[in-house]
């Protein structure tokens, strides 16, 4: 059992940067694949972004690409997700999931999720 507690969400102004860390519980870190999704106001949960368990693999949604960063330090049990330039349509609630091994952008794959952090981008 994994469990995951994000921080670093807040209220910015649109070109400003934030950056969100989910800090997970366990000594398995390792094995898991991380993902970052987000959900705002009357619309579906979308893909972020997801680092495979190594690090090596990475993927991001294509409105975020350029603009976003995911990492881990799996050391410190944490994955971290770097936002630059944000924009007021990067407003949401964003979660962090995990998942074994294998990065997914399919919400549905991962089995542990956060309570989520709000991200509000002011024009």
């Known amino acids: 059992q994994v469990q995951l507690i994000e921080s670093g969400g807040g209220l910015v102004q649109a070109g400003a940067s934030l950056r969100l860390s989910c800090a997970a519980s366990?000594?398995?870190?390792?094995?898991?694949?991380m993902g970052w999704f987000r959900q705002a106001p009357g619309k579906e949960r979308e893909f972020v972004t997801a680092?495979?368990?190594?690090?090596?693999?990475?993927y991001y949604a294509d409105s975020v690409k350029g603009r976003f960063t995911i990492s881990r330090d799996n050391s410190k049990n944490t994955v971290y997700l770097q936002m630059n330039g944000l924009k007021p349509e990067d407003t949401a609630v964003y979660y962090c999931?995990?998942?074994?091994?294998?990065?997914?952008?399919?919400?549905?794959?991962?089995?542990?999720w956060g309570q989520g952090t709000q991200v509000t981008v002011s024009s």
């Open positions: 999931a995990g998942r074994n091994y294998v990065a997914s952008m399919s919400a549905a794959d991962y089995a542990y």
């Open positions: 366990g000594r398995t870190f390792t094995r898991y694949a």
């Open positions: 680092i495979n368990w190594s690090g090596e693999r990475i």
